[in-house]
């Protein structure tokens, strides 16, 4: 089976803090994501990285870097959390090879910012 | 225009009966993919099922098949014999794979719908 990992369920942080959410899969894929969820805006992709050190722009990138240093490891870096980024993020990891590509995610991470 | 269309925020159905969440999709690409995730209150997102735009048949996964219907471009899930453990939410999500680039990746997902299993 697929394991997409989250470093944390639940964090709380400050304005201003610099924040990581370490995601971890285990299955050799490609592609990597990092997803935001809110409510009644649904889903809505931050970055996503097809590659290592190889990353590209969602739809909501502003105030998010991303670092793909290992296939396994993707990192989603909030520079200057704001209370604004209050939100559910979830991880995904997808193989390219087949024709499916379905993307597995992991348990998410909900963020608090204060 | 949204991409995924779901009109159906919340559905109540009887334990053990089937239940239909209907899903849309708007695109010009020839070749897409659409999915059927699963969400508990648990938060995370659970794969439940695949369609590709060429597929000639609907997809089926165990109690999960989907209602393929690629003119009305909808795609909608059926859940036979509902058990508690369904409720959840429900997302639809696509991927156009024909455009090059970082939108060839980018899954669109709809809005959800909450399914409750009633006793």
């Known amino acids: 089976d697929v394991k997409v990992t989250q470093s944390s369920r639940y964090l709380v942080k400050r304005t201003g803090e610099k924040v990581f959410l370490e995601c971890v899969q285990d299955?050799?894929?490609?592609?990597m994501f990092w997803y935001r969820q809110d409510p009644g805006l649904g889903l809505r992709l931050i970055y996503f990285s097809y590659d290592v050190k190889m990353k590209e722009k969602g739809d909501i990138p502003e105030g998010y870097s991303v670092s793909r240093e290992k296939k396994e490891r993707f990192s989603l870096i909030l520079e200057s959390a704001s209370t604004n980024q209050t939100s559910m993020y979830l991880c995904?990891?997808?193989?390219?090879?087949?024709?499916?590509?379905?993307?597995?995610f992991g348990p998410g991470t909900r963020l608090t910012v204060t | 225009a949204q991409k995924i269309t779901q009109t159906q925020p919340g559905m109540f159905v009887q334990e053990k009966e089937a239940v239909t969440l209907d899903c849309t999709y708007d695109t010009s690409d020839p070749s897409y993919g659409l999915f059927w995730y699963k969400q508990p209150s648990s938060g995370e997102m659970i794969f439940l099922i695949y369609q590709g735009s060429y597929d000639q048949q609907n997809a089926t996964e165990g109690r999960y098949s989907l209602n393929f219907q690629k003119a009305r471009k909808s795609a909608n899930l059926v859940i036979s014999a509902s058990q508690l453990g369904d409720s959840a939410m429900y997302f639809c999500a696509m991927r156009e794979v024909s455009y090059s680039g970082a939108g060839s990746y980018q899954l669109t997902f709809g809005k959800g719908t909450k399914l409750s299993v009633i006793p």
């Open positions: 995904a990891s997808s193989l390219e090879a087949r024709n499916r590509y379905e993307q597995y």
């Open positions: 299955m050799d894929h490609e592609n």
